[in-house]
């Protein structure tokens, strides 16, 4: 115990001397350009095996790439592919928020649960939640603890379990969202430094999510029912004040049921209109001229307006139901608010940008990769292995740095050129680094919405501290991490898809005629990668 006290300690101390992710892109821009002096002297340089580009090391304080920076500053920065994706969805997103269509979806679903299956429900709808964005945290971990206590079981137990599939099963979900099109927008670039014509969509971690969903609700309901529980002991209200208020515990009203059963018509009515612009002759969602299997590309790119379509529809109908929406007035005000929220990301976007594109215009990325892979190969470790050294590696930044995109960020542009090589595809990497970044969130006290949960708890035991929570939270971490660990590579191993159209390994295009002498800018051959790229793919950001 004393061991595992000062790891802790430790690993808090680290955590809080780090800066703020803001001010760590900066000192890794200004890291960047002191090793673009260094390559660019020494000459650092490799060849693109997929378009046979000369690839060299770059200055980023070159007159072009100068010019790049301080002039095409607001470029850069719009540019920058979650951005938009991000942007684009909270639009609906804050409207089906704040007209309280996600909170109302999430009580209802848990009021309603039989008491026999009242875990994996709270762990569905916890996984859910995640379209929510922050709502998952403020609406589901606390009501879960509430359902638990109204059904005579104990309410530490329900919020054990509400946590764990919130944050624990950050990965895991029914259907693409906010998560997947800020993680898979930053996948995209970092997979055109190597192929250039490379296209990520919101979707290439469908199959895999709900995977997740799969894997974990199992290991949740029998951790909460057969250990967490019985640890617990026997709850009893000790006094009024204890026990689940009244209002917590009142079904949905009829306003509430009618606005649910409007949105539900809203999402029925946006699901039909995409299937029939899907089916019409010359859909513009159907590429009849593309490679087998990648006819639909048009169609798995189309989700994000989809989604930011369908939440403001949906949200407006419930709105309209239930009272919450009185007139179009109140809709531009939640989406107003809704952005307003984002400022923090936003802010963070600015620096992750460029940190991203001056990776690219350095060239530095492309060369580690190719040479980093040439590595790998003599080593000729098995491909699951590979993957699972991500998991790990994502696993250990996730005990110091919180925000998902941020690590993302700055290890893409690496990792996933690097596996390109290695002949892993940009989505497989990146469902690997979203496992990892997952797992860990409910053993760091450095989450930032631990004190907040640790206040929950408090609620039904006063002297339920940061130790009581850790200890309770450490067995689904450890079972989430061993889970992932083999659902990673069982799913190298068997080949599964992880998305629609999308598979395991990545198989490069014939290699293009390489010219020799790099040009300005640090490539040369007949084609050369963005100065940024654009994606496919609410825009939120976990914890």
């Not at 004393?2 to 900066?26: H, K, Y």
């Not at 007159?63 to 938009?84: H, Q, S």
Request: glycine fraction near 10%.
């Amino acid at each position: 115990m004393a061991i595992g006290a000062r790891v802790l300690n430790t690993v808090e101390r680290i955590g809080n001397r780090l800066p703020d992710p803001v001010f760590l892109f900066l000192w890794l821009i200004l890291g960047l350009v002191v090793l673009s002096l260094v390559g660019s002297g020494l000459g650092w340089s490799a060849v693109n095996p997929v378009t046979g580009d000369t690839l060299a090391a770059q200055s980023l304080l070159s007159a072009e790439n100068l010019e790049r920076l301080i002039i095409g500053m607001p470029k850069t920065l719009a540019e920058f592919p979650p951005l938009g994706i991000v942007i684009t969805i909270i639009y609906g997103a804050s409207v089906a928020e704040r007209s309280g269509l996600f909170a109302t979806a999430i009580r209802g679903a848990l009021l309603n649960a039989p008491k026999a299956i009242l875990t994996p429900v709270v762990v569905i709808v916890g996984m859910m939640s995640h379209h929510a964005s922050d709502a998952s945290y403020v609406v589901v971990i606390p009501l879960a603890a509430v359902i638990f206590a109204a059904a005579g079981r104990h309410p530490l137990a329900g919020l054990a379990a509400g946590f764990a599939a919130v944050s624990g099963g950050y990965a895991g979900n029914l259907f693409p969202g906010a998560s997947d099109a800020l993680i898979l927008g930053i996948t995209e670039p970092a997979a055109r430094l190597i192929d250039p014509s490379y296209s990520v969509n919101i979707a290439g971690n469908w199959f895999f999510i709900v995977g997740v969903v799969v894997v974990f609700t199992p290991i949740v309901w029998f951790l909460t029912d057969r250990i967490i529980e019985p640890r617990l002991g026997q709850w009893t209200p000790t006094s009024a004040k204890d026990a689940p208020a009244a209002d917590e515990k009142t079904p949905l009203t009829a306003p509430e049921k009618r606005g649910l059963a409007w949105a539900g018509l809203a999402v029925l009515g946006m699901i039909a209109l995409w299937t029939a612009i899907t089916l019409l002759p010359g859909s513009p969602f159907v590429d009849l001229e593309a490679e087998a299997g990648q006819e639909y590309n048009p169609l798995y790119r189309s989700l994000v307006a989809f989604f930011a379509i369908t939440f403001f529809v949906a949200g407006g109908a419930f709105g309209a139901g239930a009272g919450s929406v009185k007139s179009h007035r109140d809709m531009v005000r939640m989406m107003v608010e809704g952005l307003s929220q984002l400022a923090p990301y936003i802010v963070l976007a600015f620096f992750a940008a460029h940190f991203v594109a001056m990776f690219n215009w350095s060239g530095l990325g492309p060369i580690l990769a190719v040479n980093a892979a040439a590595g790998l190969q003599e080593v000729a470790l098995p491909t699951p292995l590979l993957l699972i050294t991500v998991v790990l590696v994502s696993c250990f930044f996730d005990l110091f740095i919180g925000s998902a995109s941020a690590k993302w960020s700055a290890l893409a542009p690496i990792v996933v050129p690097m596996f390109m090589l290695l002949g892993i595809s940009p989505e497989m990497t990146t469902a690997a680094y979203r496992m990892g970044d997952s797992v860990t969130n409910i053993a760091t006290p450095l989450m930032s919405y631990f004190p907040l949960i640790l206040t929950f708890a408090q609620r039904w035991d006063p002297k339920f501290g940061l130790g009581s929570l850790m200890s309770t939270m450490l067995p689904y971490a450890g079972a989430f991490l061993v889970a992932g660990l083999l659902m990673v590579a069982a799913w190298v191993a068997l080949d599964l898809p992880l998305g629609p159209g999308v598979g395991v390994h990545y198989e490069p295009p014939p290699p293009a005629e390489a010219i020799q002498t790099p040009a300005e800018g640090g490539l040369t051959g007949p084609s050369a990668p963005p100065e940024a790229a654009a994606v496919a793919g609410p825009g939120v950001e976990k914890r």
